[in-house]
C-alpha cells in the first residue's frame, strides 16, 4: 500500500486548506485512516481518523472543531479539511493506514503500519 499525502503549503493564520491523501489500492476502503502530525521538536501528534466507511469520525482534543476529515472511497483518497489556521498548527501532515488488527487506541502512532510521505503545512502569524 503507498500513500501519497499533498496539499501542503504556507497559509496565513485564519486561513484554510484542505490535505489529501491518496492511496494505491483497491481496497483502500476497508480501512481506518489516520492524519498525524509533528511539528518541530515535538512528538507525532493526533490528528483526525475515519473508519472505511467514513461513516465515523475522530478528532485530536486540540483541534477545537477547525478540521474535518472526509473520504471518498471511489477516489482512493481521504481529505483534511483545515480551517480557521493557527500558527501552531504549523507542522508535517502524514497520514497512515491503520492496523486492522491492532486492538489499541485509533489515537496512537502504533497503530498505523502504512505512512505516506508527509506535507508541510506552515502558518503564519
Known amino acids: 500500500v503507498q500513500l501519497q499525502a499533498s496539499g501542503g503549503g504556507l497559509v496565513q493564520a485564519g486561513g484554510s486548506l484542505r490535505l489529501s491523501c491518496a492511496a494505491s489500492?483497491?481496497?483502500?476502503?476497508?480501512?481506518?485512516i489516520g492524519w498525524f502530525r509533528q511539528a518541530p521538536g515535538k512528538e507525532r501528534e493526533f490528528v483526525a481518523a475515519?473508519?472505511?466507511?467514513?461513516?465515523?469520525?475522530y478528532y485530536g482534543d486540540s483541534l477545537e472543531g477547525r478540521f474535518t476529515i472526509s473520504r471518498d472511497n471511489a477516489k482512493n483518497t481521504v481529505y483534511l479539511q483545515m480551517n480557521s489556521l493557527k500558527p501552531e498548527d504549523t507542522a508535517v501532515y502524514y497520514c497512515?493506514?491503520?492496523?486492522?488488527?491492532?486492538?489499541?487506541?485509533?489515537?496512537?502512532?502504533?497503530?498505523?503500519?502504512?505512512w505516506g510521505q508527509g506535507t508541510l503545512v506552515t502558518v503564519s502569524s
Open positions: 497512515a493506514r491503520k492496523n486492522p488488527y491492532y486492538s489499541g487506541s485509533y489515537t496512537h502512532a502504533s497503530a498505523y503500519d502504512y
Open positions: 489500492r483497491r481496497t483502500f476502503s476497508s480501512y481506518y
Open positions: 475515519i473508519s472505511g466507511s467514513g461513516g465515523d469520525t
